[in-house]
């Protein structure tokens, strides 16, 4: 007589409830000591000794930076704008959403995405809705994210094109139905975490539960 199968082990950690609160919430753990290791006017890199709950000692590089956002712009045809720029760090051309730093002071973020889409694509938009909100990197940088959908758009007024410089000389708009952005993403040809994040958003609310 063989013996019954031992019974699976549970998974470890705590099964969510209804009721639980399903967000990020703010927490700091206490900095001991605090080294500037690089400062610039596009990021700053500091080295923070922490302390843990339980009193152990380590040490984190912070990449400082201003923040960005990004826009998913859909025209009346369900066609999403895309940029086809090159990213030298990582030596590929790669298909973004329009996007920008939070670089200029008190400045919305709406109208910093509203901004950097008239910028880079000659493109303006008349409705505007906050899409999702997200940290690039959260292990090594205090980079923040806020992409928003764009819809009603129109061209640019004439002359207010700006001159274009380094990357940016060589940006081509490319538009482009969501459907084939988003197996684009899920076929892991485009991947950018900006555009991966914003159209897979902009999929998800159409395609929510009610």
Do not use: N
């Amino acid at each position: 007589m063989t013996s019954p199968p031992p019974a699976p082990r549970p998974l470890p950690g705590r099964v969510w409830v209804p009721g639980d609160p399903l967000a990020d919430t703010d927490q700091r753990w206490d900095v001991t000591a605090r080294a500037r290791r690089l400062d610039s006017s596009f990021i700053s890199v500091r080295e923070d000794t922490v302390r843990t709950p339980a009193g152990e000692a380590f040490d984190r590089l912070v990449v400082e930076h201003h923040g960005a956002v990004g826009v998913v712009a859909l025209d009346d045809d369900d066609r999403v704008l895309l940029l086809r720029q090159y990213r030298h760090a990582v030596g590929r051309l790669l298909l973004e959403l329009p996007a920008g730093l939070l670089d200029v002071d008190g400045e919305p973020p709406q109208e910093a995405a509203a901004r950097e889409l008239a910028e880079e694509t000659d493109v303006v938009a008349a409705s505007w809705s906050e899409l999702i909100s997200m940290w690039s990197s959260p292990g090594m940088t205090d980079e923040h994210w806020q992409i928003f959908a764009a819809h009603d758009l129109a061209p640019a007024p004439a002359g207010s094109q700006p001159q274009r410089r380094h990357e940016e000389a060589y940006i081509e708009v490319v538009w482009v139905p969501l459907a084939e952005a988003v197996r684009a993403v899920l076929e892991q040809q485009m991947t950018s975490p900006l555009a991966v994040a914003g159209l897979l958003a902009v999929w998800a609310q159409r395609h929510r539960p009610a």
